[in-house]
């Protein structure tokens, strides 16, 4: 089942702001979002799960700007968007038109923890951006056989992305609802529900247990409300950048490039690292 594309018109007090919102599934929009997630469970493919043969995270171009979802072409790299998006009370990097976030506050749904956010090599990792249908999930439920292009935006759209509790996400690794549900008992609903609504998006199938563990959660969510939309960031304005040669004498374009010669992800001091590759300044590049 495809989601709606909307547009929310927002008014300001300077004005009227256009802002790309997540699209919620194409159903009455009074219908509890658990009540909707187990009809549209219904319509899922069960298969079993494929092998892991020939995955790859870079297949699927994480955190790049150059895909055709929400928040993609604004001159700002999904990580950010995302960071922008669920973060409150957020500072940014000078000259990146509110682009790269430096410090914020989650309100962690996994954990139901609060959790402070200050970007840098030892401390960005206590906050992760999850793909809630992970990657290698949906790699063995029907990814392999994508385009490039859909395997590019399902890794960066805002439907499936959440900014997380670093342990939790590394705890979840490829895990579906099988095998790995939040912490926060109160979420659950919403993950689940999130869920289903990427697999219906993009074709990827569930395995006889997953659809049975989704089944149990979104049949204990009475009346649960539906999930609020949240905007994609305001388009920032993409920055001129320089690509100087480094003296090491290795020298790559681009990221795509790093992560074609398998150096990805590239840190301060490596042969080929440069700042124009590592735009959040944290001593990480291609990351």
């Known amino acids: 089942m495809r989601t709606r594309s909307l547009l929310a018109v927002v008014a300001a007090t300077a004005g009227l702001i256009s802002i790309p919102v997540i699209a919620t599934p194409a159903v009455a929009d009074a219908a509890p979002a658990a009540t909707q997630a187990l009809h549209t469970l219904d319509t899922l493919q069960v298969k079993g799960r494929a092998p892991k043969t020939g995955y790859d995270r870079d297949l699927f171009n994480v955190w790049s700007d150059d895909v055709d979802v929400a928040g993609g072409h604004n001159g700002c790299d999904t990580r950010n968007d995302i960071l922008n998006r669920d973060l409150t009370n957020k500072t940014y990097k000078p000259g990146t038109r509110n682009c790269v976030v430096l410090t914020g506050t989650l309100a962690d749904p996994y954990t139901g923890k609060t959790i402070a956010f200050q970007r840098g090599a030892s401390t960005s990792s206590k906050v992760q951006i999850d793909h809630v249908v992970a990657l290698s999930d949906a790699w063995q439920k029907g990814a392999q056989s994508w385009s490039a292009a859909k395997r590019h935006d399902f890794g960066n759209d805002p439907l499936n992305l959440l900014a997380v509790d670093g342990p939790s996400n590394q705890q979840k690794r490829d895990g579906d609802a099988a095998t790995w549900l939040p912490a926060n008992k109160s979420f659950r609903c919403t993950y689940v529900s999130t869920q289903v609504q990427v697999k219906a998006k993009y074709g990827v199938w569930v395995t006889a247990a997953e659809k049975t563990a989704m089944r149990t959660v979104l049949s204990n969510c009475d009346n649960a409300p539906a999930p609020q939309t ?58």
């Open 230 to 287: 949240q905007p994609a960031p305001v388009k920032p304005q993409p920055q001129p950048r320089t690509q100087p040669q480094q003296p090491s004498g290795v020298y790559y374009q681009n990221c795509s490039a790093v992560r074609s010669a398998g150096k990805a992800p590239l840190y301060r001091g490596e042969p080929g690292y440069r700042s124009a590759l590592d735009r959040d300044n944290d001593g990480v590049a291609c990351e």
